[in-house]
């Protein structure tokens, strides 16, 4: 099986796309996200797809903009729609100044969702592989992740999808190459700054040395976490729907006897099921989760506040959510 196979057949299984879809691609020049772009090139036709690329010029460095017109010549070559951004004008972007990582991820994210606005799409297309996938469990296991974050990234979240997760870095590297397909190299990978660059330099080829085995043990692993997470995301689906209460105005009130009898591990779930549907903006920390816990736990009412303009209200054994002046449940 070829590596367009393996991947036809890893997007089919996880439904990542269907027919006459509008998909935008994270486009940044690099050999992951230009195999993307030739991947799903590929599969226009059979799915009658609309391909829009989109790069965000992040200007970190001063030959950032050799990476812009390299995209530009690549879609201009295969007849590609191609959107580009200069971070420093993208509205409520984090500053250029502001070279972390984490911000970004956030200017890519603006920029992608502004995007799937503009043009209806579908979905994202990310170019994460395996190895990426790798990289991010490390990352959340340092920084004490639960499960749900140990599972890493999933095929399809939300808007965006990641068909390449399925096969590891060297494999498309390999087919650009042998295809003589061109593609940019980030400098900044190979600096050690950034605390994935230095998993990826140092912790990934020790152990492949100290045990060949390890990636194919670790995608087992991770199935088998995946699995596990998936299970315990219908279980607490249907306990949320069997304790809650819909109301009126289409928010929810909660049984509070029963959600003090569960489980803490439940408890946490169902806490960020919650606030999620009720599409609350929240940390998601374990600190912030506990401070909940302790005041559902406390045997007296009253209220806890989420952000200035919410809190959550114990009243008569129920569990809701109001605003700050107005209580949203009609309590």
Known sequence: ???????????????????NQT????????????????YLVHLQKTYNLTLIAAHLDHEWRTTSVDDARF???????????????????????????????????????????????????????????????QETFFIRLMRGASLTGLCSMRPHSGIYIRPLLAIDKKDIVAFLDAHNYAYV????????????????????????????????????????????????????????????TLQPDGTYRLNLAVMRAMDKVMQYRLLVYWLVREQLPFP??????DELIRFIMHPHGGTHALTPQ??????????????????????
């Open 185 to 244: 190299i980030d400098p900044t990978n190979a600096c050690d700054v950034y605390l994935r660059n230095r998993l990826r330099n140092n912790l990934m080829p020790l152990l492949q040395e100290i045990d060949p085995r390890w990636q194919k043990n670790f995608a087992k692993t991770l199935e088998q976490l995946q699995e596990t997470e998936q299970f315990l995301e219908k279980f607490t689906i249907t306990l949320f729907n069997d304790f809650a």
């Open 1 to 19: 099986m070829n590596l367009y196979q393996t991947l036809d057949a890893y997007v089919q299984n996880h439904a990542l796309i269907a027919a």
């Open 71 to 133: 995209c530009e010549q690549l879609c201009a070559r295969l007849g590609i729609t191609l959107v580009m951004q200069k971070l420093s004008a993208l509205p409520g972007s984090p500053s250029p100044v502001a070279k972390t990582e984490e911000m970004g991820r956030i200017a890519r994210r603006i920029f992608f969702e502004q995007l799937t606005t503009t043009y209806n799409a579908h979905s994202v297309a990310l170019a994460h592989h395996h190895d990426d996938q």
């Open 310 to 331: 919410w809190q959550i209200k114990k009243e008569k054994n129920s569990l809701f959510i109001q605003t700050t002046t107005t209580i949203k449940e009609g309590s």
């Open 284 to 289: 998601v920390s374990q600190g912030f989760l």
């Open 23 to 38: 998909i935008i691609i994270a486009l940044s020049g690099g050999p992951d996200s230009v195999f993307l772009l030739h």
